[in-house]
């Protein structure tokens, strides 16, 4: 198993930046990619970004591209999600994802718990 705590969520006015981190700890060494999801009230859940276990592909929904930028920290087992320019539509509440196999699967294999973001306008 592969356990995943989100920090960093909060208010900001547009315009604004957020840092969302996510730490790993478990089975880690199964881990192929992590990434981030999102769901705001009465939506579906949506892909945001995902970045290789490696750091070295990376990969982004077109309404979050140039603006949101998916890091990783090999040797801390952490990823972050660095949010620049946020608007409102970006209210929702962020989820880590850890996938065995791939980033560009729809359903991650483990899930952390989510943080809220809010983007006032």
């Known amino acids: 198993q592969v356990q995943l705590v989100e920090s960093g969520g909060g208010l900001v006015q547009a315009g604004g930046s957020l840092r969302l981190s996510c730490a790993a700890s478990?089975?880690?060494?199964?881990?192929?990619?992590v990434g981030w999801f999102r769901q705001a009230p009465g939506k579906e859940r949506e892909f945001v970004a995902a970045?290789?276990?490696?750091?070295?592909?990376?990969y982004y929904a077109d309404s979050v591209k140039g603006r949101f930028t998916i890091s990783r920290d090999n040797g801390k087992n952490t990823n972050s999600l660095q949010m620049n320019n946020l608007k409102p539509e970006d209210t929702a509440v962020y989820y880590c994802a850890a996938d065995r196999q791939s980033p560009l699967k729809r359903l991650y294999d483990f899930w952390g718990q989510g943080t809220q973001v809010t983007v006032s306008s």
């Open positions: 970045i290789n276990w490696s750091g070295s592909s990376t």
């Open positions: 478990g089975r880690t060494f199964s881990i192929a990619a």
